[in-house]
């Protein structure tokens, strides 16, 4: 992979940017994603933060490699601090765990007044992700799953607008916010490939919770994964 050759989660993520957007990438290690982005004109410019001292060091080495330093600024700083609200109106989040998503989000709500768009690939944790979003009225827009050296990626694209929408439709919202209400209709491979596993998953831990030392904490997790198996297998069903 480099700025010219993207991953296929990466090309996922920059294939949701609008031509003409002014993006930040937050947590861009490389800043293969804004180079790919300023590079193949879909932005004239970028802003690529980074909070840690090494990714920092590479992005800004991989941006004077290509000689993008009048168009690709890179930042270093936690989460949204980076930027100006003024200067951004889409922003990427790609390749962290969906709680870590959510907190450089909640903590820099105030950087996102003149936000129009959210493209958030979430390695894990999607669900939380989902749920950020409805809190603060952001609305799922579009959804892709996709495989890639054998991991399962999720990418999620939301814009301002009304939360419920995507999930008016939907027999059960809990079902929707963890799998994803876009996801859920299209029920490819991937997406089936990802819920087996975790299905699986679930069944193996419920075997070893039985095993357990019954307490109060142990019953809400059961009845949690319970609930979860349900959820999935009833979606497998339709
Ligand atoms: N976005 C790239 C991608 O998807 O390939 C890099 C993903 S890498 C696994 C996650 C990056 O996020 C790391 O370089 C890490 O330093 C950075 N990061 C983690 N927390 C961050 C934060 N609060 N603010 C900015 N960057 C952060």
Known sequence: MNELLLSKRLLTVANEIPIGSKIADIGSDHAYLPCYAVLNGIVSSAIAGEV???PFQSAQKQVNKLNLQGYI???????????????????TIA??????????LEEGKDKLTKVNRLILQPNVA???????LIENDWELINEQILEEDGKIYEVLTAERGIPD???????????????????MKTNN?????????ELSNWK???????????TEELVTKRKEIEENIRMVEEVFKQ
């Open 52 to 54: 840690n001292e090494g």
């Open 95 to 104: 390749g962290m765990g969906g709680q870590l998503i959510c907190e450089i």
């Open 204 to 214: 193996k831990i419920l075997k070893q919770l039985e095993q357990a030392t019954v």
């Open 73 to 91: 600024d890179v930042r270093k700083g936690n989460g949204l601090e980076v930027i100006n609200p003024e200067d951004v109106n889409v922003i």
């Open 165 to 183: 929408n995507p999930y008016r439709d939907v027999q059960k919202k809990a079902a929707a916010i963890l799998l994803g209400p876009f996801l």
């Open 126 to 132: 999607a669900s939380n992700v989902r749920k950020w």
């Open 189 to 197: 491979a991937a997406f089936k490939k990802k819920w087996s596993l």
